[in-house]
């Protein structure tokens, strides 16, 4: 049967990788309609995505793929077009509203199987959505034990991703080495400006003119991760901190959608905890 | 010798095509840095652009690239890396002093052989920059007249581009058909908003909030050639018509210069009155 | 009770009107904290918008102003806070989504009466949210028949405004009229270009570079009336006409939120057909 | 003699300002074309901006709005039209050359005094627009003997600003204090992001999307002095630290070339550490 394939390739350079993969593609009648192909100077590493059409078995492709390439290729035909994600919120809706909505009409290019809040605030709106809601409380409770029932929580479903979607916990590294390059966080500042807490205000005090956010990887280091996407919005004088709260918004939910599809369209490389983005 | 080489190809498309060529460059030990590949599924056309470090000679690759790809296929290996312009222009300074200024520096790209104004105008900032300047004014004569004298005046150049560097004279079809796809020029708008004359005004009186720029190869249509770069920038009430204008000029300065930039590193493909951009 | 207000003024220009209106101001005891004011020029009319604080009473303020004012003043103080508006949709969800979840949240600025859909598919999403949705059909029957049906629907609402958040309708001047200035639409274009139906197709077949979108108010002329806002984002050669249309929703649900955000917070005049907008 | 006037006001806030400036101009028979006012919230500091037509003498304006207003307000109306500035260089031309092309066709708003570098490399093009160049080196010699010097040599002119145009050499506290609010310089970040040196390497080892840069005044704080514009442009993975240093010239280019726009009107306001910009 026809149809459209992706296939993303990782591995140490060497002469004639390209040509390997296109002799594969050739060999089984697949035509390559797009692809791009980057080497990192520095660490002599490949990266390359191609979109394809044909008629050949993916299993095919990857094992034919394997035989050519170096030992360490990580490749990966026709990935599961629809990625399965759990989200993480506290109590701003913006960014999760929009991933319902984009999720409701199948635009979101995933399925969000859960959200989990560390605040109730925001299970009505999952609700009217049909999506399952935990409220996973941190009061009273220590940072180990929050972190635990969530994990708890999450585990009992199955996800490519966790997206923190304005969720305002700090997770530890315990936590985030279960989820390695799996946890996507919007971070609200053009970073490495204005790490770590209320970035809007230290914004609005420093009197900058422009603000921004930043979608990026969560690593052990906090706000420290791989940046998928950032953009600014203009701001000015008349706006006070509040007014850039609400500005920045706009710009975090465009930042976030923006990482998810790329993401979710398997455009993301993360290499050295930089990425490496075929938009 | 080790040395950089770009390579851009453009023929019928047909499955195997980036194998046949991945393996030329593999045999010649050719280590591919970065490849951009394009299929225009509309028409089947193959586009690539390809950055190559090696020591194998380009016209040894150029010749097999030919015997292995499709009768109709366009090859260029290492293309002059300098190119050459000539430039055309009336009255308004900015294009003209931007160009000059990189020109100057070796920031361009391309090496400058001439500068021609309707206008006597912009010969001083020339001769400030020892660049030739001919003045080849339209006044009391023809238009056919007017354009022999300027074909004359640019054939005693040799020259890749001409660019219309804000040349506010429109050119004939017999006179454009003289530079296939070889003339670009700068359009005072956001193409296809505000065709024709007078685009700021247009623009102001239709009250828009954005104004624009556009880079593009001169046709035999009038601001109708294939784009190559647009961007625009804000403007609000504020602005009378000639504030507009103002606040062009910024705009053109730089979409030319990002135009230019990305021509002159044979990033750009034409196909179908339409541009394919690698950037 | 201290608190703070917005008065807009819009009249005839003369000398001395600033030192008028800030005179009431100060008999009043009201503290003008911002101030913004603009003369158009080729007609010599005065807008003004100015934030104020302080204890004195709406009504005896906007008595004041229209005594010291031209005849043809048209004052406003402390206009409706919340404004109230219906919404007409067809099938498209992201405009209708986006103005559902702010005004869900309370940070739309307006409160949403009804949408009316010529097609069902969106009352779903307005069900969720508990809105009430009207479908009025236009298969089967004239304009004009259709045009009465919703003109009945929209009656048995008070609105402030009728936003057209992807209406696919052509909405006649008779229609038009009864709503002076009080019809938003979201235009899938850069206006003006790509005036008209299927604008993204337009611009894939122009091979622009950048799209865009234009909030603006709806007049008997298609396409025509004055514009509040206009946003555009890049494309490329590797956008299809669908690929367009889908960045385009991005773009069309930001520049009607941003359009929206200013309109109901009484930023927005209209003169000569364009609009002053004191962002 | 009609003529467009500018007054600038800067003062303690207190109800009833706008009332008193704008009596002051209606006795006067000055018409307020546009005119723009902001009160800091926290600060109760009160800027206004008006742009005003009429006959009256500029000294008498002053006069009268000084005994009006709070004995803290500084006035000033009609300021020098043409400002003159004196530019710091090392060897890098951008911004230079821009700033001498803006100079010699009359479109800088200010008069270029003299240049002065650190390296002598900018001398020959500021010799062909025919602008003193003062080479001040500072190999060999303490950084005190540096600044004294460059002293020196500014205080032969007379000049309002002094603009650092890729002026790589970190002034004292001691030198900037002899010109407190007059030192623009452009960085090449988008502040406070990257602070000190080498910000594209630093933009590059992060990974960031987007790269910035800022125009300042220049304080005894490095890179903490309030903030004029600031701009941003796309990068992605493709780009090496050096291409990054070659984008960023573009949009260093055009933010100083952007503030000083804004300065040389006098549209800017400094107030605790940070600026109010009637754009």
Redesign the interface.
């Known amino acids: 049967m026809f149809m459209l394939m992706v296939a993303v390739i990782q591995c140490t350079?060497?002469?004639?990788?390209?040509?390997?993969?296109?002799?594969v593609?050739?060999i089984n009648?697949?035509?390559?309609?797009?692809?791009?192909?980057?080497?990192?100077?520095g660490s002599s590493m490949f990266f390359s995505r191609l979109e394809l059409s044909?008629e050949a078995a993916a299993d095919i492709i990857t094992t034919q793929l394997q035989q050519v390439l170096p030992t360490d290729a990580i490749v990966q035909v026709n990935p599961l077009p629809q990625k399965r994600i759990a989200v993480l919120v506290t109590k701003e809706?913006?960014c999760l509203?929009?991933i319902l909505?984009r999720h409701?009409?199948n635009?979101l290019g995933a399925s969000v199987q859960c959200v989990i809040g560390n605040h109730a605030l925001l299970g009505d709106?999952c609700g009217?959505?049909g999506i399952p809601f935990h409220h996973v409380p941190h009061d009273g409770i220590g940072k180990e034990q929050f972190e635990q029932n969530l994990l708890t929580t999450l585990l009992a479903y199955q996800f490519d991703y966790i997206v923190l979607a304005k969720f305002m916990r700090i997770l530890s590294p315990a936590f985030t080495a279960h989820f390695p390059l799996r946890i996507i966080n919007i971070h609200h500042s053009?970073?490495?400006?204005?790490i770590g807490a209320s970035p809007y205000k230290q914004a609005f005090d420093?009197?900058?003119?422009?603000i921004?956010a930043t979608a990026h990887y969560v690593t052990s280091d906090l706000d420290e991760g791989?940046?998928?996407?950032?953009?600014?919005i203009p701001v000015?004088?008349?706006f006070?901190a509040k007014d850039m709260v609400?500005a920045g918004r706009?710009i975090e939910t465009?930042v976030l959608?923006r990482a998810l599809s790329l993401l979710l369209a398997d455009r993301v490389f993360v290499h050295n905890?930089?990425?490496?983005?075929f938009?």
Not at 13 to 23: E, K, Q, S, T
Not at 273 to 277: F, L, M, P, R
């Open positions: 350079d060497r002469v004639g990788l390209v040509a390997a993969i296109a002799n593609m050739a009648g697949m035509n390559i309609l797009s692809m791009r192909e980057h080497v990192e100077l044909g809706y913006h509203g929009d909505l409701h009409f635009t709106i009217r959505f053009f970073l490495p400006a204005f420093r009197g900058v003119k422009l921004g791989p940046i998928i996407a950032q953009q600014i000015n004088h008349n006070t609400h706009e465009a959608a905890n930089k990425t490496i983005v938009e």
